[in-house]
């Protein structure tokens, strides 16, 4: 028997964009309307495809409705599954925790929602499929769930249906653990996983897939996001394929100035950096961070007027075609090391090493106690939103260190060099 089934995951309806509107030009429209967009594209590619069934490995919704359109909208959509013959199994993740999913909401009767409570097991009959899946009950759900399924049935092509971070993934929760032996120890076909917002195929023996989000909701989930489509024939997986369903794209853009002597050749990069990030969009609107790095002779020049700078890029990308800007950052170095020119037994020179050996910590926060109470000051959507300002995250750590010493060595060199 040959059938097909669609996995998809975290599509997060109506999840909120905070902050975006802050930012000039932001295509507010679709980025708001993009994830119910991307669930219009599911419903289309299952029905077209013929799937016998669509798996909702959790965060269906992004936690507490604003208002019932949100339910009605998915309910709509269901619906349309349930015209075309098409069942849909779907399983709660930590951010469904907080919605009335399961209590309230009443999908049409094509949709199974499983327990939460503990491994439940559908079979289905006319494709010999077993699934089994256990929802969130509750938002940080630590034990391995997985753990507690049943083993697979033979002769029958079996699905386990999770939302796992599995050992950890980095950027989410470590919710319901659990670790690829575990998971290879049930003997079943297919492992529908959700939860990490990045496609992933984890394993081909058995299938273990991550099939991503559905649509990035910032630059930390850049790149094609979709679902994946399985193939099955006589009991085994033939092939899972990733498609598409994103309508609005988001782009790191690293632009390396290495080697640029003049502004023009420093526009020439950036055009070509800016024309790739509107061929990966693939005929959507691409959001695109921008950041400019390298060494190069034009660093104080571009960094003395980086306002014009950044008006230039913005103004230089509209002309491109659907492209926004979403952040510029200027990360270039200068040319020179920083103390060139600088008699090296001055106080300067000791001053600019004293700057360059610099190296803050994680525990800086306890090194500096005046930190912790600014800290505590800082507004809840700059400690937490979508880019936090936190000091736990060693790669942020290190941004801004290096852009402190950039903007200290900057202008202790100009003033230093006018002496
Ligand atoms: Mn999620």
């Known amino acids: 028997m040959t059938f097909s089934f669609v996995h998809a995951a975290d599509i997060h309806l109506d999840s909120p964009l905070k902050g975006l509107e802050s930012y000039p030009d932001a295509p507010v429209e679709q980025i708001r309307n993009a994830t119910r967009r991307a669930l219009d594209n599911l419903v289309q590619l299952a029905i077209g495809e013929e799937a016998a069934f669509v798996l909702l490995a959790g965060d269906i ?20 599954l349930k015209e075309a013959g098409i069942r849909v199994f779907l399983v709660t ?33 006319d494709l010999g499929v077993n699934i089994v899946g256990q929802g969130y009950s509750r938002r940080d759900v630590q034990e391995d769930l997985a753990a507690n399924y049943p083993v697979g049935r033979a002769d029958t092509f079996n699905i386990g249906l999770l939302h796992t971070a599995l050992s950890g993934r980095s950027g989410h929760e470590p919710y319901a653990p659990t670790s690829r032996d575990v998971l290879a120890s049930k003997g079943y076909d297919y492992w529908a996983l959700g939860h990490v917002h990045q496609r992933e195929i984890v394993d081909r023996d058995p299938w273990i897939v991550f099939p991503g989000t559905v649509q990035g909701r910032h630059i930390r989930e850049e790149g094609p996001k979709g679902c994946t489509l399985v193939l099955v024939e006589d009991g085994r997986v033939r092939q899972a394929v990733h498609h598409d369903l994103d309508v609005l794209r988001w782009q790191m853009c690293r632009v390396d100035l290495e080697g640029c002597e003049c502004e023009e050749q420093v526009w020439v990069q950036i055009r070509r950096a800016l024309e790739g990030a509107a061929d990966a969009g693939d005929g ?36 491109l075609g659907d492209i926004w800007l979403e952040k510029i950052r200027l990360r270039t170095r200068p040319l020179l090391e920083s103390g ?58 290190r941004q801004m260190q290096d852009e402190v010493k950039e903007l200290l060595l900057g202008r202790l060199l100009r003033q230093g060099k006018g002496l």
């Open 93 to 125: 993740g930590n951010h469904d925790a907080a919605s009335p999913i399961g209590k309230n909401l009443s999908p049409p009767d094509n949709v199974r929602i499983l327990s939460k409570n503990q491994p439940e097991r559908i079979y289905l009959e």
């Open 284 to 319: 959507r609107p691409v959001a695109v961070r921008l950041e400019l790095e390298g060494r190069t002779a034009i660093h104080s020049r571009l960094h003395d007027r980086e306002q014009q700078v950044q008006e230039e890029c913005r103004t230089r990308a509209a002309g």
């Open 340 to 397: 060139g020119g600088v008699d090296p037994d001055s106080p300067l020179a000791g001053l600019i090493k004293g700057i360059e050996d610099l190296s803050l910590s994680r525990s800086c926060q306890d090194q500096i106690p005046e930190l912790a109470d600014m800290l505590s000051k800082l507004p809840p959507e700059i400690q937490a939103g979508q880019d936090p300002f936190d000091l736990g995250d060693p790669e942020k750590l």
């Open 61 to 80: 919704f992004d936690g507490p409705w604003r208002d019932y359109n949100t339910a009605l909208f998915f309910a709509q959509r269901m619906g349309r």
